[in-house]
C-alpha cells in the first residue's frame, strides 16, 4: 500500500509576526518545526504499511529548509520525501498550495491513499488536504479518527477504506474507495518519536528538490498573484478592557469592597429597582 502525506514546517514560537503589506506571515528568524497535528498522519500512515506492506512518502512545500521536516519524517520511518520550492511560490494561499501539491502527487505516481493532517497550527484553516483531494478528484473523509483497510488488492473499484469521523454526535462511520485522501485528528494514533537508525538513515537519504520548471503548472495559478485570498488588513488585537482587583483581607475592606461593588453596579444601571419584578 503507497502512502502519501503531505506535511508543513510551522513557527515553533506562538509569537507570530505577520508583513502588513502583503498579509503574509514572517517567517525569517523563527525557528520552525513538523506542524504538531502532521505527526499524527505520518504515525496513522506508517502502521498502516506496518500492516499491510508498501512505502510511505511525505512531500512539502516550503523553503530550502522545510528539507529538515521531511529528514525528520524519515527517521520516524518514512521511505522518503519530496521538497517542492520555488520563489515563484512565494505567499501562496490554501488554494494554491493545495493545487501545487496536487501536481507534484501527480508527477510522483501511482499511490493509493494520501493522509494529512487535520490542520496547519499557523494558518489554523484546514483547507489544503481537502483542497488535494478536489484537485486530484479524490473520495475524501476529514476528522478521521480510525482508519480500516477493508481491501488493498484488487482492481481499483474493488479496493475501499473503512474510517471513523470525529462529529458533533459521536463518530460517523464511512467506506471510500480507493484511491481517496483523509485528514486524521489526534484520536487516530500516538506519534512515535524517531529511532538513532532512523536519524543515520534520514540523514543519508537523498531528497528531491522540485521547483515550478519541474512540474506541470499552471504560471497564473502560482505564488501571491496566483492566490484568491486576499488580506485587506492586518492588525493585532488589543484588550479594551480593565479591572479593579479589591483586596479584602478584613472586615473593614469587605465592607469597602462591597460598597465599591454597589457603586460599579448602580453607575451602569445593573442594580435590580425596588417594585420591579
Not at 17 to 32: E, L, N, Q, S, Y
Not at 60 to 87: F, N, Q, W
Not at 195 to 203: A, V
Amino acid at each position: 500500500m503507497d502512502i502519501i502525506v503531505p506535511i508543513k514546517q510551522v513557527p515553533e514560537t506562538s509569537n507570530v509576526r505577520m508583513d502588513p503589506k502583503t498579509g503574509t506571515m514572517i517567517r525569517a528568524g523563527v525557528g520552525t518545526v513538523v506542524n504538531p497535528l502532521d505527526l499524527y498522519a505520518i504515525e496513522a500512515a506508517l502502521r498502516l504499511k506496518e500492516a499491510h506492506g508498501g512505502s510511505v512518502t511525505t512531500v512539502t512545500m516550503g523553503p530550502r529548509s522545510a528539507e529538515k521536516a521531511l529528514r525528520e519524517a524519515i527517521a520516524m520511518g518514512c521511505d522518503g520525501g519530496v521538497l517542492i520550492t520555488d520563489r515563484a511560490f512565494a505567499g501562496s494561499d490554501t488554494w494554491v498550495t493545495s493545487y501545487t501539491i496536487s501536481q507534484a502527487i501527480k508527477k510522483m505516481g501511482r499511490f493509493d491513499l494520501i493522509v494529512a493532517g487535520e490542520r496547519a497550527t499557523d494558518g489554523d484553516t484546514g483547507q489544503v488536504g481537502p483542497g488535494i483531494a478536489a484537485w486530484l478528484d479524490l473520495p475524501l473523509a476529514t476528522y478521521v479518527a480510525k482508519v480500516e483497510v477493508l481491501r488493498a488488492d484488487g482492481a481499483s473499484s474493488e479496493r475501499a477504506l473503512r474510517v471513523e469521523r470525529l462529529v458533533e454526535e459521536g463518530y460517523q462511520v464511512l467506506e471510500l474507495a480507493l484511491p481517496a485522501l483523509v485528514t486524521v485528528v489526534k484520536e487516530v494514533a500516538a506519534p512515535r518519536l524517531p529511532t538513532l537508525r532512523g536519524k543515520k538513515r534520514s540523514k543519508a537519504a537523498e531528497i528531491p528538490v522540485w521547483g515550478s520548471q519541474d512540474m506541470d503548472l499552471e504560471v497564473s495559478f502560482l505564488g501571491l498573484k496566483g492566490s484568491p485570498t486576499k488580506v485587506v488588513k492586518v492588525a493585532t488585537p488589543k484588550v479594551t478592557r480593565g479591572g479593579t482587583i479589591l483586596v479584602a483581607d478584613d472586615e473593614e475592606a469587605v465592607s469597602d469592597a462591597v460598597e465599591q461593588l454597589l457603586g460599579f453596579l448602580a453607575e451602569r444601571d445593573l442594580l435590580p429597582r425596588r417594585g420591579r419584578a
